[in-house]
């Protein structure tokens, strides 16, 4: 706070400096008595909720929504109360994550919102990370236990377990998380978007959602420049995946309860589905193993699996064989 201080309350007649979380919540506002009293008569104090959900367009509140810097001047803002007000505002970024932790604004008349104040407003958000790196550097680190957290992504409804709850996730977050984790050297965002979508995904929606993405996940996990795991994020899909290659062909199928997130349409996912699917029917047709053939083809993946359903007929017993001719006569149906 010393720095924000130096560089934009000096001297800043009827203007204010405020500084929110990142959700928008208000944590300090300073300066100008009469503006800080006025400003208090619309709520906006420490304490208040200013995010863009919560407050409409409003400059540390979008500024929050969009990960980039605004200037809302007058009737731009959503609420008729703010309209007397003119605003600057830049978020503050994790020096290491780059992921947005707050935001910095400066509200007053119309000299708050030219070029020059944007430039100052940003020039002071920039010594705030600079000195947010140096403190990261040489400030003692706080011993915390990482939350235990993996990701369910086989079956139809993806989940993140955090310290034995369940949140769920939007099939598109459940998608980029599934790609992150596949590219551990990261992906730029137009690489993301042509996974998530083949049609030309537009790049500031890719932004939007891996910034949604972060506020669930947190913060401390997502990266960006290019967008990145920080951690391991276990999951199921990779649990199968290890079983496989280290030859457990009966842990991987206990592992397995369907295809890695079928409901997805993203073309990177379809891929690592239909990788995963294929390697395990692989192993287990290359088993030839009956009980472990019987286990697959009760899954979703393997009913219309006519080579698998072949194999059970030649080999099963009496009821699988009869079993295995309903199988494949509808398959030759569905086919006609």
């Known amino acids: 706070m010393p720095v924000v201080r130096k560089l934009l309350l000096d001297g800043s007649a009827g203007a204010m400096v405020a500084v929110a979380d990142r959700d928008g919540t208000l944590l300090w506002v300073e300066g100008d008595g009469a503006a800080v009293r006025r400003a208090a008569a619309m709520n906006f104090a420490p304490g208040a909720d200013w995010s863009e959900a919560s407050a409409g367009t409003n400059a540390p509140g979008t500024a929050l929504a969009l990960d980039t810097e605004v200037q809302i001047a007058g009737s731009e803002h959503f609420a008729r109360v703010a309209h007397r007000w003119n605003c600057t505002a830049v978020p503050i970024h994790d020096p290491v994550t780059r992921a947005a932790i707050g935001v910095l604004d400066v509200t007053g008349g119309p000299e708050v919102a030219t070029p020059q104040a944007m430039a100052l407003v940003r020039a002071a958000a920039l010594a705030v990370e600079g000195q947010l790196a140096v403190l990261r550097l040489t400030g003692p680190v706080p011993a915390t236990e990482p939350a235990r957290t993996r990701l369910r992504l086989l079956g139809p409804r993806p989940v993140l377990e955090r310290d034995g709850r369940e949140v769920p996730l939007t099939g598109r977050h459940a998608d980029i998380l599934a790609l992150l984790a596949r590219h551990p050297e990261g992906l730029t965002a137009d690489h993301l978007a042509l996974l998530l979508d083949e049609r030309d995904l ?122 295995a001719d309903g199988r494949l006569a509808a398959i030759a149906l569905d086919l006609a």
């Open 202 to 323: 537009d790049v500031v929606t890719v932004r939007a959602e891996v910034s949604r993405l972060r506020k669930t996940i947190g913060a401390e996990f997502l990266g960006s420049r290019p967008y990145r795991l920080l951690r391991p994020l276990a999951s199921d899909a990779d649990d199968a995946a290890s079983a496989l290659r280290a030859g457990r062909i009966t842990d991987a199928l206990a592992v397995y309860r369907g295809p890695l997130l079928p409901n997805s349409a993203a073309p990177g996912v379809a891929r690592l589905r239909a990788e995963l699917a294929g390697n395990l029917r692989s192993a287990v047709l290359a088993s030839r193993d009956l009980g472990l053939l019987r286990r697959w083809l009760d899954l979703p993946d393997a009913r219309d699996d006519e080579q698998g359903w072949r194999v059970l007929r030649a080999h099963g017993d009496v009821r699988e064989r009869a079993e």
